[in-house]
């Protein structure tokens, strides 16, 4: 009797070891998650007979898959912004200029699984690679066709060339790309070149504004004792002995001296 229970006992503890055993190596094999909106998943198979011909199947919301057999990526379906470091191009002739360029793109559902089948990247990877090496590659090309003046006078038209270029061959690879932000500064030696002219324009400018200055000043000197001298000879020409002796008697008070010699009045010429 104590037999019989203890080996139904050990049956059950077998079998419940068993099932436990069954539910570890589920939850070891399966794997069940959520996909968020704001992401496109792709499901990979690992192995069969579909591995590397069509070995990506687009998924969103909850799922489930063998994670022995395949394996979840997922690539977000909103805007991404990329900083991107400083790098140098060069215009046609070869003079060297730096660009910092911050990008915006996103991939739509629609592209995921071409995008991952193509690379097998994740964004982070495909941002430092190829979406990279697309970037550089634009700019370069661009800035190949312009002369260096014509490059630094038009920094505007350039960039849009740039976005123009960048946008068509983004999408022959998958990827929409929205918008591109950047400076474009020529380099270090080239841009103390562009100082010193522009101090010595500045310098020059300002000894021809000082030149300027000095003549009309000098003519104003000029013009006041012109006028002055013309104004002392008028005023020389309209002296009269008439208007001397008009002057003497309109300051005489009257009074006629003590003495005289001769027999005329002062300040009076009888004729």
Same mark, same amino acid.
């Given at each position: 009797m104590n037999t019989s229970k203890t080996k139904t006992g050990l049956r059950v503890g077998i079998g419940g070891i068993a099932v436990i055993g069954i539910l570890v190596l589920f939850i070891m094999m399966f794997a069940v998650e959520r996909i968020d909106s704001g992401?496109?998943?792709i499901i990979v198979n690992l192995a069969g007979s579909e591995r590397g011909v069509d070995d990506a199947k687009v998924e969103t919301?909850?799922?489930m898959y063998n994670r022995f057999t395949k394996q979840l990526f997922e690539y977000p379906a %909103?805007?991404?912004? /990329?900083?991107? #470091?400083? %790098?140098?191009?060069?215009?046609?002739?070869?003079?060297? %200029?730096?660009?910092?360029?911050t990008i915006e793109y996103y991939i739509e559902r629609e592209n995921a699984k071409v995008v991952f089948l193509r690379y097998r990247k994740t964004t982070e990877e495909l941002e430092q690679s190829v979406i990279l090496? #697309? /970037?550089?590659?634009?700019?370069?090309? /661009?800035a190949g066709m312009y002369e260096t003046d014509s490059l630094i006078n038009n920094r505007p038209a350039f960039e849009k060339e740039v976005e123009v270029l960048l946008k068509e061959r983004l999408s022959q690879r998958g990827f929409t790309f929205t918008n591109i932000q950047s400076s474009v500064k020529p380099n270090e030696v080239l841009q103390a070149a562009i100082d010193a002219k522009n101090t010595a324009v500045q310098n020059a400018l300002k000894v021809e504004n000082e030149k300027k200055a000095a003549i009309a000043e000098a003519e104003k000197v000029v013009a006041a004792a012109k006028g002055k001298a013309d104004a002392n000879r008028i005023l020389q020409q309209s002296i009269t002995p008439e208007l001397i002796q008009l002057k003497a008697v309109e300051k005489w008070d009257g009074k006629l001296p003590l003495s005289t010699s001769g027999n005329t009045l002062p300040f009076l010429q009888l004729k």
């Open positions: 992401q496109t998943g919301g909850w799922v %909103f805007a991404q912004i /990329v900083d991107y #470091e400083p %790098f140098d191009i060069q215009d046609k002739k070869g003079t060297i %200029f730096q660009t910092d360029p090496t #697309e /970037v550089k590659n634009a700019y370069k090309d /661009v």
